[in-house]
């Protein structure tokens, strides 16, 4: 993911509501939203076919977790580990969300510029390897692109606003609506970009939040949003895939009850739309 948003236990109904984009180069294969078959069915997660990670994900039993990169000119690519099996290795595990990210920490240099974040029906926990992070979260409204948790960039600063500003006008809160959130493509004023050591032109194309990008054949290319109701409630998953023009594709919608594990798939094309 290239940016998350996120509201962690703000409302005791719905201790958990995420909104993300995956930024990437379209040639990178990868497999859409689903139940994974091994080595167990309760991980529902996009799949990186290259490596075999994910970039965002969920399990029946609400664990969850993400991972940003760090945008940085000046990383040397001697990395060999997927950031994506930081997210794999946690939704198939059993850790506690602290007790994960501390055993990860000595492996923190194998891994190019990570944000993780890992969480489940007690705790949510990031972790950041170019600062030697480890923490667990308190209740708020957060955000992470390709920087620190909470860097004062425009679309973070932007996107924490709009989702607390959804959260407070909405008695039950829509897939659909948290999707919406992040299809912003305006791009921030050069006076407030960021600076990560690329030249100003990308550092303008990579801060909306939604990105367009054909000469790299490279942008957002697939929205998620997650809502976990109150410990024990629903878990509701959605994901818009978008082509390489930036339009609306494949959208697959998840719904099922966290304690039970009981599943109902439902799927649409290409908007959401059933909540």
């Given amino acids: 993911m290239c940016l998350i948003l996120f509201a962690h236990r703000i409302d005791p109904d719905f201790p958990l509501v995420v909104t993300a984009n995956r930024d990437e180069f379209f040639d990178r294969p990868s497999a859409a939203a689903n139940f994974w078959t091994e080595p167990?069915?309760?991980?529902l997660a996009g799949r990186d076919l290259q490596a075999g990670g994910s970039w965002i994900g969920v399990t029946r039993q609400g664990r969850f977790a993400g991972v940003t990169n760090i945008r940085s000119a000046k990383q040397e690519k001697r990395h060999f580990r997927s950031r994506g099996e930081l997210v794999r290795n946690f939704l198939n595990g059993n850790s506690t969300p602290i007790k994960y990210c501390e055993?990860?920490?000595?492996?923190?240099p194998n891994f190019a510029g990570f944000n993780l974040l890992v969480g489940d029906n007690d705790s949510l926990c990031y972790a950041n390897n170019s600062q030697d992070i480890v923490r667990v979260l308190e209740p708020g409204i957060f955000g992470l692109s390709n920087d620190l948790l909470d860097r004062d960039w425009p679309k973070v600063?932007?996107?924490?606003?709009r989702l607390g500003d959804l959260i407070s006008q909405e008695n039950s809160i829509s897939t659909d609506a948290l999707i919406d959130l992040m299809s912003d493509c305006e791009r921030a004023a050069d006076d407030v970009l960021p600076d990560t050591g690329l030249p100003i032109e990308l550092e303008r194309i990579l801060s909306a939040t939604f990105i367009?990008?054909?000469?790299?054949?490279y942008g957002t290319r697939c929205s998620t949003a997650l809502v976990l109701t109150r410990p024990g409630g629903t878990v509701r998953f959605c994901e818009q895939s978008y082509n390489e023009l930036g339009q609306a594709a494949d959208a697959r919608y998840?719904?099922?009850r966290s304690e039970s594990g009981s599943k109902v798939v439902k799927q649409s094309d290409p908007l959401c739309g059933v909540d």
Avoid: R, V
């Fill in 212 to 217: 367009k990008h054909q000469q790299w054949n």
């Fill in 254 to 256: 998840f719904e099922f």
């Fill in 103 to 108: 055993s990860i920490q000595p492996d923190f």
């Fill in 40 to 43: 167990e069915s309760c991980t």
């Fill in 157 to 161: 600063n932007l996107g924490k606003k």
